[in-house]
Each structure stands twice: as structure tokens, then as C-alpha cells.
């Protein structure tokens, strides 16, 4: 069976806008984009139409590739600040003087819709996650949608960024799943994957995932964004040569990609929702 991220994105977003409109909330999304990377200024265009799709406001807010950390942390306190923006995205990855890790922990935790901040982190680690990271998140959203259990079941995640790999792995153990972090030390790498249930690979590794890797009727989810030898996009995972093997896959593209941006529009509608209602969360 193939997981068909588009759809389910496509779904998820028009469910999204009825809920805005009924809500008559408007929520604001400001996006931060340093430099010109072009992979990162589509991704940052799509969350923009994605935006203008479901009723979310939005602004964009483009730093030079020379910008230093100070002038990052000031487009970001600014915003902090601005009672008329409900959600912050910062694009990733910046440029090397730009330090990432002050940028992420410089997002007010009840606007970093990407999930990144520390607080988020924790609380996702607690079993008690506001935002999760859209990535992950949304592959969540994926197996929930396809009815793949995860509860007893053996995940094995292979990456351990801050991003993907770990919250990943939070995520699937707040549901109960039974899950093991591998990563480049780890050994036996092969035999881990082929005992894992559901696979996720986030290695960056154009193909990297073979038959042989893969229990037979697993659940596959790549997260790759690689490029093979003719440039054409591809994921982690050999797609042909696996997809037979595998009991569920997600291709690329198609699979996680869209559901990243959609998640991102559903994070953001909550971060409005948590500003205009009398809310528990306290972050
Ligand atoms: N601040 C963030 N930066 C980055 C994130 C993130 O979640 N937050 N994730 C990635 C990039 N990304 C979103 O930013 C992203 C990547 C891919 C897709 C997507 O839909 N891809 C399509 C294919 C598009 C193509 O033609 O190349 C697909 O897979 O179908 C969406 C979002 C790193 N940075």
C-alpha cells in the first residue's frame, strides 16, 4: 500500500480552512528566511499559498545571506512581540555565521509552531506535547490516517536530529510504540532495521534503504529529500526496489513533504487558538 501524503494533506487542509473560518479567528503566520537558498525559498512560498489556502494570514520576512545571529535575533524579538503574529517559522538550515541554536531558543515557545523550542521539546518528551514538529507530527497523522497501529509495535527510527529523529521518536513512544534511535554509531544497523515494524528512515541518503533492510511487511516512512545521479528527486528509500516488500511506504515525493506544510497551517491555527482562549497551556 502506498501512503499518499498528498491526499492526505489535501484532506487535512480542507477540514483545516472550515475550522478557521468557523472559528473566525485569523490567525498570522510570520516566516523568516535568510539567504537564497532556493530549495528553502520554495518550501518557504509553499507554506505561504498553504497559508493563503486555509485562511491564515501571512508575512514574510527575508534577511540577507550576510545577516549576522543579532540581526536574526532582532527580526525574531520583534515578532515575538507583535501581538498581531500567532505563529513564527524560522526556515532551516541557515547560513553557518547565523547561530541556529540561539535562533530556535530566541522563538517565544507559544509561537514556535515548528516545535523546535526547548520548552516544546520538553514537553513533547513529557507525554504532554502544544507544538510538535511539523515533520514528524504529520507522519503521525499519516499512520493514524492508514490505521497502522504503533501501539506493542517496533519502531525503529534511523536519524537523531533535533527536528526529525528524536521528536520522531517521542512521538511514537507517546503511542506506545516500542521504539530504538539508531544513528551513524550504531551497530548492527542493518539488523535493527529489519526488526523494526514501522521504519523511518531520516538518514539523507539518497536510496540508502534496500529490500534487505526491511522486514517484510513493514511500514516504511521516508523522509529523505535527496537528489539521485540524474538530479531527479528521491528519498532515503530505494522506492522500486522496496515497495513490493514493504506492507505500507511513503513515497517521495507525495509522502511526508506535504504533510510537513500541513501540519505547519494546523500548528499555527492552534497557536491562535491558545492566544484567544482561556487556555491551561502555559508554556
Ligand atoms: N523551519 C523549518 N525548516 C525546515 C523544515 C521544517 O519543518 N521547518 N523542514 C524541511 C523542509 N520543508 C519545510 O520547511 C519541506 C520539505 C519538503 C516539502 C515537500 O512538500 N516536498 C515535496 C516535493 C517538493 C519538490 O518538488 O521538491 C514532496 O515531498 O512531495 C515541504 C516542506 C527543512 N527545513
Do not use: W
Request: proline fraction near 6%; aromatic fraction near 2%.
Amino acid at each position: 500500500m502506498i501512503l499518499d501524503g498528498k491526499a492526505v494533506s489535501e484532506k487535512r487542509l480542507e477540514i483545516l480552512k472550515e475550522q478557521i473560518e468557523e472559528s473566525r479567528l485569523y490567525p498570522r503566520l510570520a516566516t523568516v528566511i535568510v539567504g537564497t537558498d532556493p530549495a528553502s525559498q520554495m518550501y518557504v512560498r509553499m507554506k505561504h499559498r498553504a497559508c493563503e489556502r486555509v485562511g491564515i494570514g501571512s508575512i514574510g520576512i527575508e534577511l540577507p545571506e550576510d545577516a549576522t545571529t543579532e540581526r536574526v535575533l532582532e527580526t525574531i524579538n520583534r515578532l515575538n512581540n507583535d501581538p498581531d503574529i500567532d505563529g513564527i517559522l524560522v526556515q532551516l538550515p541557515l547560513p553557518a555565521q547565523v547561530d541556529t541554536t540561539r535562533v530556535i531558543e530566541a522563538v517565544a515557545p507559544e509561537k514556535d509552531v515548528d516545535g523546535f523550542h526547548p520548552c516544546n521539546l520538553g514537553r513533547l518528551l513529557a507525554g504532554s506535547p502544544v507544538f510538535a514538529p511539523c515533520t514528524p507530527q504529520g507522519i503521525m497523522t499519516i499512520l493514524k490516517e492508514y490505521a497502522i497501529p504503533t501501539a506493542g509495535q517496533r519502531a525503529v527510527v534511523v536519524g537523531r536530529s533535533i527536528d526529525v529523529g528524536r521528536p520522531m521518536a517521542a512521538l511514537l513512544l507517546n503511542a506506545d510504540a516500542t521504539v530504538t534511535i539508531c544513528h551513524s554509531k550504531t551497530r548492527n544497523l542493518e539488523a535493527e532495521m529489519r526488526s523494526a515494524d514501522i521504519l523511518i528512515s531520516a538518514v539523507g541518503r539518497a536510496k540508502f534503504v534496500k529490500p534487505d533492510m526491511v522486514k517484510e511487511g513493514a511500514t516504511v516512512i521516508d523522509v529523505g529529500i535527496n537528489h539521485d545521479e540524474q538530479g531527479k528527486l528521491c528519498g532515503d528509500v530505494d522506492f522500486e526496489a522496496v515497495r513490493d516488500r514493504a506492507g505500507a511506504i511513503t513515497p517521495v515525493p507525495g509522502g511526508v513533504g506535504p504533510m510537513t506544510i500541513a501540519t505547519l497551517m494546523e500548528n499555527t491555527f492552534k497557536a491562535a487558538k491558545l492566544r484567544t482562549c482561556d487556555s491551561t497551556v502555559r508554556l
